[in-house]
Nanobody, 114 residues
């Protein structure tokens, strides 16, 4: 099993930045990919960014050029640096680990005020 704990959400003005962190513990060596998803009000959960064990990244078109996913293997932590935040980025952000079973964190709220 894998446990995920997110942190770093909050309230920010449009154009601002936030960095989300996701600390993983448990069967970490089994993780194939880490990712960030988000669920906006009234919408389905969607992929924001992912990073594979090999370090290959992918991003949703809506965040390309603004968000960056990275990881620190020594800390077993994945980050999501979010710059140029827009009101439409307001959502609950979830950390995901693909093992290949899916594990989820508890979510962290990001609110962008316009």
């Amino acid at each position: 099993q894998v446990q995920l704990v997110e942190s770093g959400g909050g309230l920010v003005q449009a154009g601002g930045s936030l960095r989300l962190s996701c600390a993983a513990s448990g069967s970490i060596v089994s993780i194939v990919r880490m990712a960030w998803y988000r669920q906006r009000p009234g919408k389905q959960r969607e992929l924001v960014a992912g990073i594979t064990r090999a370090g290959i990244t992918n991003y949703a078109d809506s965040v390309k050029g603004r968000f960056t996913i990275s990881r620190d293997d020594a800390k077993n932590t994945v980050y999501l640096q979010m710059n140029g935040l827009k009101s439409e980025d307001t959502a609950v952000y979830y950390c995901n680990a693909l093992v290949p079973l899916n594990y989820w964190g508890q979510g962290t709220q990001v609110t962008v005020s316009s």
